[in-house]
């Protein structure tokens, strides 16, 4: 009986010690995974370092998993973001928060057959990242490069409002009969550059007619800007690229919990400095002073009445004063973008308004994109790219022999904009004097109507099959549709007093256009 009851105990005992060996043997880890901003990461891999024992976060990030005696780390991975080890120390509770993925462009770079690392790259290339041109204050992309690439110049040939942009890459090539590069943006590929009517259209000089075509895009929408300057980077684009090529990657959506941003600024523009003019004060002692000279040439010159006292005059009309203005400036941009499971997405909508420091100029540009990845099977992926925009931009005569901004600078000050019936006038009669110049600048200015109308839909729809490592198998599909609508409108003006003719003749010409590119690239 004794023997039995010891051999009850043993049996007993070794079970008891058994089940606290097996029990101890593993133990529940749980916890939460989210990004460095506290988002919950969905579907991101737990894994117990150096074993083959893994889970995934649920929809709030959450996990829970079974890690032997053995296992002394958990390494925690998510695409986009860096992968983290981090010790358990007995804990059994682990909220882990990871890090966005640090490659920048200084370690990958777009070419143009698709990525590849910096350091294997032997030709020229340079790049701007997001945060260079994060909230900078300009209409379109090719501004923004302005000064941050050396080899690259850029320059505003005319100061409008969304106006030309002249892009120069190691200096003036000029073997496609341009000197602009080529810019291929999400793979489509497009010229920089917009054509609107000549002011000549309308009489006079015929202006600035080149517009820039990069005003179309959202520079909040960019991702990263590499330029290819050299032959060998570029050669995949043939002629069409010897003037350099601009690659421009829009944002796409990335794994996680959906995101809102509004990003808006408000600004202002003055030009930094006037030309320095006399006033009619001034003007009225340099006419005295040279009747002392012309009558010692035996002429009977003597001075105007009205200028022989120049202390008791006012300033008269300051015409820099008249076609300058500050001009107002805003921006305002609404996202979305995340992803669930295998299907990430970036969704934006813009809309930007610049009115120029040349009175009647302004720009306006409202715009939408939309970018969709997803990965259907693990060899094959899909996915659109699409930006739909429309701008309207007035363009004012700002160059040229006739520019308004260059006739404020011989006209006289002695001469009002507009007489006391609010009637634009010409020239001014004083003592039997004429004052003043035939071309009125503000009301060549503010009467004259040239616009540049653009709608434009452009995009790219691709499928991606992996078949190993190393090798992929890319089908792309790009289209760009432009409709353009230039209007150049004078009428005729007459002062009713004077029956001066202020602008003449009456001229409406009006510009419709449409261009069509698809292509197929593999």
Known sequence: MRKYKFFRAVVLLFCTLSFSILFAQNKQVSGTVSDENGL???????????????????????????????????????????????????????????????????????????????????????????????????????????????????TNNGGQPGGGVSVRIRGITNATGSNEPLYVIDGVQMGGENNSLQQNALGGGSGSTTQSALAMINPSDIASIDILKDASAQAIYGSKGANGVILITTKRGRGGEGKIAYDTYFGWQQIPKKLDVMNLSQYATYLNSLVGEVRAAGSGMDSVGEFKNPSVLGPGTDWQDEIYQTGLMQNHQLSFSGGQGKTNYYFSGNYFDQVGTLVETKFRRYNLKFNLDHQ???????????????????????????????????????????????????????????????????????????????????????????????????????????????????????????????????????????????????
Do not use: C, H
């Not at 040229?400 to 000050?413: E, Q």
């Not at 599909?477 to 209007?487: A, C, I, P």
């Open 40 to 154: 919950p990461l969905t579907g991101a891999t737990v894994t117990v370092k150096g074993t083959r024992l893994a889970t995934t976060t649920g929809a709030k990030g959450q996990y829970t998993i079974s890690v032997p005696d053995a296992g002394n780390t958990l390494v925690i991975s998510y695409i986009g973001m860096e992968p983290k080890e981090v010790p358990i120390q007995g804990r059994g509770l682990m909220d882990v928060n990871l890090k966005a993925n640090s490659t920048s462009l200084g370690e990958v770079v777009v070419i143009g057959y698709g990525t590849a690392r910096r350091s294997n790259v032997t030709t020229s290339i340079s790049s701007v990242n997001e945060k260079d041109i994060k909230n900078l204050p300009v209409a379109g992309a090719d501004q923004a490069i302005q000064g941050k690439v050396a080899g690259v110049t850029v």
């Open 376 to 522: 259907i099977k693990s060899w094959f992926k899909t996915g659109i790219s699409a930006n739909l925009s429309r701008s309207n931009q007035k363009i004012g005569l700002s160059d040229g022999f006739d520019a308004v901004t260059s006739v404020v600078l011989y006209n006289s000050p002695a001469t009002p904009v507009k007489d006391i019936y609010g009637n634009y006038i010409s020239t001014i009669n004083v003592a039997g004097n004429q004052f003043g110049n035939p071309n009125n600048p503000v009301a060549l200015a503010r009467l004259r109507d040239v616009r540049a109308v653009s709608t434009r839909a452009f995009g790219a729809l691709y499928g991606e099959i992996g078949f190993f490592k190393g090798l992929t198998l890319r089908n792309e599909f790009n289209f760009n549709f432009n409709l353009g609508d230039n209007k150049a409108f004078q009428p005729f003006i007459q002062n009713d007093s004077t029956k001066a003719i202020i602008l003449s003749p009456s001229r409406l010409r009006e510009e419709r256009n449409n261009s069509r590119y698809w292509a197929v690239n593999n």
